[in-house]
């Protein structure tokens, strides 16, 4: 199987930590924290290193954003309940960090006629009056892919990278069936 490139560009993570959190004080305690409970329910907390942003709910709900990696997301989530203990918000010391959806992209050298892979492949959505892009769902693993006319892939809704290249290896299996042969980009 050829290897295509990923560039993961959006891991999002979560956690409950079991406990309330009070968000107008931790608004209070924490500098750069937004909270506008009439326009959304959770606060805003973004971090630099690495940068990501967490939604941080009063039922203990994090969801955390905008890492580009497993481990940065991880860490970035690690960073926002240790700020939130330094608030003095007494929360448990383990918790389980699950990955909800990864977004990364990668390229094949051709052009895609999507009106004609559209009408080949089931599950497959084109209307380029409404997106640019061919929407493809495949069930297992249970991912979408926005195809380009350029080449360019995207891939969202994977648990980890091995469900990334999983995936990508079906559609190239897909689209080779239906006549297009796929050569990986090395960028």
Known sequence: MTEFHVKV??????TSLGKDILLNKLVDDIENAEYEPEQ??????RTSEPRAAALIF???????????????AKIAMKKVVDRIREAGIDLPHKFDIKVENIVASSKIMAQLN???????LENAEYEPEQFPG?????????VAFLL????????T????????????????????KIGIKITPAND
């Open 157 to 176: 809704g994977a648990h980890t990278i091995d469900d990334i290249h999983l995936a990508l290896g079906k559609l190239k299996e897909r689209l080779e």
């Open 134 to 142: 061919l929407v493809y769902r495949i069930s297992e693993p249970r």
């Open 148 to 155: 380009f006319s350029s080449g360019k892939i995207i891939c």
């Open 9 to 14: 560009e959006n891991v999002v993570a979560f």
């Open 114 to 120: 999507l009106e004609e892979i559209a009408f080949s």
């Open 58 to 72: 009063s039922s203990g709900k994090i969801v955390c954003t905008g890492a580009k990696s497993i481990d940065m």
């Open 40 to 45: 959304f329910p959770g606060l805003v907390y």
